[in-house]
């Protein structure tokens, strides 16, 4: 190729490069994606309700097992349910996006992803959820066992400031606590009147 030839070949290239608009249509206007729809719950909203359902199933349980007057009169009672109360609510939290994972999964599934991973995830998933409920139901069984101690604890301990009095009573102005002492207390009171029994008799002699 000889130097006139390369010369008109840099002239036509020159010219198609001049032809050529300085902005391409489309690239400078801001891309507008297809909105989506979405029925999730936010988290907010989702750990609110967690923390509500806790707090309503801890109060219900305590109310089955304890009076009012003994749960606002013992610090550890309200301390030890507001550690199970949070412990609870993540519970039910953990279980709800496990819930929420699983439709979506679902969802995608259905609208024709079919690879074996998806269903291997999937299957992750159920089986998570199963051991979060099962988790739950131990957690709740411990609760209500810790629930029925207490109570019997204050059945046993309690003094007569408690709705439980009745474990520590006044018999004959001698105060008892358990059937030992009350036993006790009962043949020390015989033994005196027949004391006295006999010293009126000596008398009347």
Excluded at 33 to 62: E, F, G, Y
Excluded at 125 to 143: E, N, P
Excluded at 171 to 195: F, P, W, Y
């Amino acid at each position: 190729m000889d130097k006139n030839q390369k010369n008109k070949v840099k002239d036509s290239l020159s010219d198609l490069l001049n032809d050529l608009p300085d902005e391409v249509p489309g690239l400078n206007s801001q891309l507008q994606l297809p909105k989506v729809q979405s029925n999730i719950v936010p988290q907010s909203s989702r750990l609110k309700k967690a923390k509500d359902k806790a707090k309503t199933v801890m109060k219900s349980l305590l109310k089955f097992y304890l009076s009012e007057e003994i749960i606002e009169e013992h610090e550890y009672i309200k301390a030890k349910s507001s550690i199970d109360e949070y412990a609870l609510s993540m519970l039910i939290r953990q279980m709800q996006n496990s819930e929420v994972a699983i439709s979506i999964l679902m969802d995608t599934i259905n609208e024709g992803d079919v690879s074996p991973r998806m269903f291997e995830v999937l299957s992750d998933l159920q089986r998570t959820l199963l051991d979060i409920i099962k988790s739950q139901t131990m957690y709740m069984v411990a609760i209500e066992e810790n629930a029925k101690k207490i109570s019997r604890d204050i059945d046993v301990y309690g003094d007569n400031s408690s709705s439980n009095s009745s474990t520590k009573k006044k018999r004959n102005g001698v105060k008892s606590r358990g059937t030992k002492d009350l036993m006790k207390a009962l043949q020390e009171t015989i033994k005196e009147e027949e004391i006295e029994d006999v010293e009126a008799n000596t008398d009347e002699e």
